[in-house]
DNA sequence: TTTTTTATACCGCAAATGCGGGAGGGCATC
DNA sequence: GATGCCCTCCCGCATTTGCGGTATAAAAAA
């Protein structure tokens, strides 16, 4: 069993060399690099060649959320746990956007960072509690929006809208469902009274808003 | 210190019962009540007056996301942590965006449930390391498709856009820019241009999608 | 200053859409 | 057997859209 290789980017030199050595010694991980900036990322990641990437988010230079953009753009395979000393919102949100698996503050103990890598290595997604709190919140927040109503819309009918809300026409509907182009127009009737609208826009938009789809 | 009060929703009696012994037998918790299904779900609450709900997803009658609905609902400041047997991206889609605080397995460690129920009171978001990744996972899909393309649309060219994405018709928005309706019509045919498409609906989506708005 | 861009506005025509109606067949429920 | 629901298809007509022009004036860029 190859151990777990882990690349570190830490800007602090104390905390970057603590966790070489945790790293480094403990059973089953190697500490394949550790870096202070994120210069020359990608090549220093390609001699490296970490399972795991521990990235700090504040940082000299480059900082790491943009780093994560870019190595989840040349080496998406390689798993990312970021780390940080700030619930900032806003931080969180790009990181996770940008492609980190992985969320853990600096306060961790040297047992639940050395869990955290093992975590995301192996798919997980490791996050302190409340930082996973900030993630669900975040995600209610921006998709929530969705109504509950129920429209009672057919199986057909909810074919055909799924098809609209493509962007498709009544005829590239008709030959995508498989019926007439007039029956098409009928569902649609029936869809529109039912969702109670009198445009094509307007259906797509409460499909879409509601997910009725 | 008083304990934690935890009301348990679970329809399989075997698992119900174990959980609840763990509970009531666990220094610091307590099991207030433990129901096999969601009737008169608000009134037992009112009685129960718990801090966490343990909401299974799977039950028969009402389910459990409905379930989380009314309870966030009518009792937001309780806590939930849901359990399941499936990894279903819906249900954790749909449980998430209902309101749920966490996500475990039904498979999780009798200590690991413990630790969750007390993580989900404190204000933390258990969730087993896969759940969290799947979280996450939605996230990115919903969040990111933030298309970075620039399709120089003009100031005049937003605004129509953004009405039209609001169900707008063209005699409607001409009235809502100030602009003749020729005009809106002349401006549709640019943005169309632009984003390469040439429909109505087309439209729509595309702007929604990569928020252009 | 000349050119380009933006916003304005109109005409015309073909196609697509919205809306009203009618009509038959299948299938399940009552 | 009757009723209701869903899917199927068609007709007609008014309106809206998509797309091709043309054109003017102000503003911005060259």
């Given at each position: 069993m190859k151990p777990i290789r882990v690349t570190?980017?830490?800007d602090n030199k104390h905390l970057r060399e603590s966790l070489y050595y945790l790293i480094s010694g403990t059973e089953g991980f190697c500490c394949s690099d550790a870096f202070a900036d994120c210069n020359d990322l990608v090549f220093q990641l390609k001699k490296s060649?970490?399972?795991?990437?521990?990235?700090?988010i504040e940082m000299p230079g480059m900082n790491g959320i943009e780093a994560v953009k870019i190595i989840k753009q040349q080496f998406p395979q390689v798993q990312i746990l970021m780390q940080t000393v700030f619930h900032d919102d806003d931080n969180i949100f790009n990181a996770v956007c940008a492609g980190a698996s992985g969320y853990i503050l600096k306060t961790t103990s040297p047992e639940g960072y050395m869990e955290a890598i093992k975590d995301v290595y192996e798919g997980g997604s490791p996050m302190t509690g409340s930082v996973a709190r900030k993630v669900l919140a975040l995600f209610q927040q921006n998709v929530t929006p969705k109504g509950n109503t129920d429209y009672q819309l057919t199986p057909k009918e909810k074919e055909i809208l799924q098809q609209l809300i493509k962007g498709k026409s009544y005829k590239m509907i008709a030959d995508v469902v498989g019926s007439s182009y007039e029956t098409v127009r009928t569902h649609m009737k029936n869809i529109y009274a039912k969702l109670h609208v009198n445009s094509n826009t307007e259906a797509v938009l409460k499909a879409l808003q509601e997910k009725i789809v």
């Open positions: 570190i980017f830490e060649m970490p399972d795991v990437v521990l990235m700090d």
